[in-house]
């Protein structure tokens, strides 16, 4: 579970549309505001997803090749072959002119309820319920289990908190490094999102293959 989490949270965190809208978010009128009204929903949204897991579970580690864990393992295996198709036919499809979004162009007058609800409608839920499928297996009367939910959600949420921080601690610098990332991530975002979503997919076919036959 522990490995599976790491995986999952590191491809969450990584994802170029977020991080992309986070950074314009930081560069607006009263962006520190809006960035952590985005961060905070984020986070949020992360944590809200495992509550329910474990309300569902009560916290106890489902018995192996039980009908739960086995539907858990199935849902599992379907979003790895989902995101493995969705790479494979975007690497297929031609090129398209991109259209910045539409919000964008209200940025400077967005609210930080926008930018939560921008967090919300931005959050990878096909990884967010690939992690809610392994928590399933947390049993919450160890130690070790929440210290591993609760790095997940952190580890999902890393990328915000570290350029938060940043804008933070240096405004000035975090201003123009953080603009030189946005354009980086523009330039790569179809090759970046094909990337995350044929090694996260293929990584969850194989670990759930692997779960299923053992």
Known sequence: MVLDLLVI???????????????LLLSARNGV??????????LANLIAVIVCVVLLTGG???VHHSAPSTAA???KLAIGLALVVYGALRHR?????R???RWAARIDDASPAMAAGLAWMLQPWALVAAGAATAVDADLSTVADWFAL???????????????????????????RLQALRGWMDRHQ?????????????????????????
């Open 60 to 62: 106890r580690q489902l």
């Open 150 to 176: 609760a790095c997940y959600c952190l580890l999902a949420t890393l990328s915000l908190i570290v350029m938060e921080a940043y804008v933070l601690r240096a405004p000035a610098a975090a201003g123009a």
């Open 93 to 97: 499809r031609p090129a398209r002119p």
């Open 33 to 42: 505001r809006q960035g952590m009204a985005f961060l905070l929903s984020w």
């Open 9 to 23: 949270g590191a491809a969450i965190s990584a994802g170029p549309l977020h991080n992309s809208a986070f950074i």
């Open 190 to 214: 179809e090759s970046l999102i094909v990337t995350l979503s044929l090694l996260a997919g293929l990584y969850l076919v194989a670990r759930s293959i692997y779960d299923l036959v053992t």
């Open 73 to 75: 393992v199935a849902v």
């Open 99 to 101: 259209r910045p979004p």
